[in-house]
């Protein structure tokens, strides 16, 4: 597994962390004990950085990671969770008295006296230029509530706003093969400042493991049902905001790119993102100890190389840049 400093935080992480969504809320159900095997699996496969929030499963993920903190005291690992989407969407409400409740809330949630990254939960557009909201988290720095703070965002305007802010550590960003707007811009900005990239949805929802079909159904509760129109939340949260059909055609020519390395197309995927100049982990999910031992064999691909990416930018140009690359 190879690793890279997280941006301002200077931590050392694994190239290839772990999303934990999965084990909270919204992908279908996940029992207390498949969870717990999916952090095993993670953890021995290399993996030392867990990525959740608050709102998964209304703190289920939080204190599953919690708990399996306690079991494993030695295991190197470093946390990052996310605040800010327990209230209305205003920024009225991202204020200190907000932060300091909601950070109370994750630490006996992770059973840690500091948290080691709390991240914005991608808040309204107009937090990024409060410097009431940045001076906020800075006083959670100074009162050892938080050891440092990110921002996860939706679009690369916001991403290149919180990169300019002189003490966000990290930023968090939809960047797989189906959403390449973050290459313009925001990797060079990041690494000039110093800020890690934390890359999320790196299979698009699944799409890119190449599993789905266009009959493929998903579970009521699972978000790829209820927001494939952006119903619930951002669109670009589900499957990166492409048609689902669409999505799977091209996830059967990015197969074939694939196959033609000779590795699977999850694999593929998450190496290619992952050996991205600037990109520090990213964090596929996973619902069983299989999906999470393959995520992390990503992290020792040998280098992809330009034809491959010449490749992604091709498909992407032809497949989702007209539609995708104006709206994130």
Same mark, same amino acid.
């Given at each position: 597994?190879?690793?890279?400093?997280?941006?301002?935080?200077?931590?050392?992480?694994?190239?290839?962390?772990?999303?934990?969504?999965?084990?909270?809320?919204?992908?279908?159900?996940?029992?207390?004990?498949?969870?717990?095997?999916?952090?095993?699996?993670?953890?021995?496969?290399?993996?030392?950085?867990?990525?959740?929030?608050?709102?998964?499963?209304?703190?289920?993920?939080?204190?599953?990671?919690?708990?399996?903190?306690?079991?494993?005291?030695?295991?190197?690992?470093?946390?990052?969770?996310?605040?800010?989407?327990?209230?209305?969407?205003?920024?009225?409400?991202?204020?200190?008295?907000?932060?300091?409740?909601?950070?109370?809330?994750?630490?006996?949630?992770?059973?840690?006296?500091?948290?080691?990254?709390?991240?914005?939960?991608?808040?309204?557009?107009?937090?990024?230029?409060?410097?009431?909201?940045?001076?906020?988290?800075?006083?959670?720095?100074?009162? /050892? *509530?938080? $050891? +440092?703070? @990110?921002?996860?965002? #939706?679009?690369?305007?916001?991403?290149? &706003? !919180?990169?300019?802010?002189?003490?966000?550590?990290?930023?968090?960003?939809?960047?797989?093969?189906?959403?390449?707007?973050?290459?313009?811009?925001?990797?060079?900005?990041?690494?000039?400042?110093?800020?890690?990239?934390?890359?999320?949805?790196?299979?698009?929802?699944?799409?890119?493991?190449?599993?789905?079909?266009?009959?493929?159904?998903?579970?009521?509760?699972?978000?790829?049902?209820?927001?494939?129109?952006?119903?619930?939340?951002?669109?670009?949260?589900?499957?990166?905001?492409?048609?689902?059909?669409?999505?799977?055609?091209?996830?059967?020519?990015?197969?074939?790119?694939?196959?033609?390395?000779?590795?699977?197309?999850?694999?593929?995927?998450?190496?290619?993102?992952?050996?991205?100049?600037?990109?520090?982990?990213?964090?596929?999910?996973?619902?069983?100890?299989?999906?999470? /031992? *393959?995520? $992390? +064999?990503? @992290?020792?691909?040998? #280098?992809?190389?330009?034809?491959?990416? &010449? !490749?992604?930018?091709?498909?992407?140009?032809?497949?989702?840049?007209?539609?995708?690359?104006?709206?994130?």
């Amino acid at each position: 597994m190879q690793h890279r400093t997280l941006g301002r935080t200077g931590r050392d992480v694994s190239v290839i962390g772990l999303g934990t969504w999965q084990l909270g809320a919204d992908w279908g159900e996940v029992s207390e004990a498949d969870a717990r095997a999916v952090l095993d699996a993670s953890a021995e496969a290399g993996v030392t950085f867990f990525d959740t929030a608050d709102v998964y499963g209304d703190g289920r993920s939080e204190s599953l990671i919690g708990a399996w903190r306690r079991d494993n005291p030695d295991a190197p690992l470093t946390v990052a969770t996310k605040m800010g989407r327990r209230v209305e969407q205003i920024p009225a409400n991202y204020v200190l008295e907000n932060f300091r409740d909601w950070t109370d809330r994750s630490r006996r949630n992770l059973g840690v006296d500091t948290l080691d990254l709390v991240q914005l939960h991608c808040p309204p557009t107009a937090v990024y230029s409060a410097d009431a909201v940045f001076d906020a988290l800075d006083t959670l720095v100074a009162e /050892q *509530a938080i $050891a +440092a703070y @990110g921002v996860s965002v #939706e679009t690369t305007a916001e991403a290149l &706003a !919180a990169i300019a802010r002189p003490s966000v550590a990290t930023v968090q960003i939809i960047l797989n093969a189906f959403r390449l707007k973050p290459l313009d811009e925001v990797l060079a900005a990041a690494i000039e400042a110093g800020v890690g990239i934390i890359a999320r949805v790196p299979l698009a929802s699944g799409l890119l493991s190449g599993r789905y079909s266009h009959d493929t159904e998903f579970a009521a509760n699972d978000h790829r049902s209820f927001n494939r129109h952006g119903e619930a939340f951002d669109q670009g949260e589900t499957f990166s905001g492409v048609d689902y059909d669409q999505g799977v055609e091209a996830a059967q020519e990015f197969s074939a790119l694939a196959a033609s390395a000779e590795l699977a197309p999850a694999t593929a995927a998450l190496a290619w993102v992952s050996q991205l100049p600037g990109v520090s982990s990213v964090i596929p999910g996973a619902r069983s100890t299989a999906q999470a /031992q *393959a995520n $992390a +064999a990503a @992290g020792s691909v040998p #280098e992809l190389g330009e034809a491959f990416t &010449a !490749a992604v930018r091709d498909l992407y140009d032809r497949r989702f840049r007209a539609d995708v690359h104006p709206r994130w």
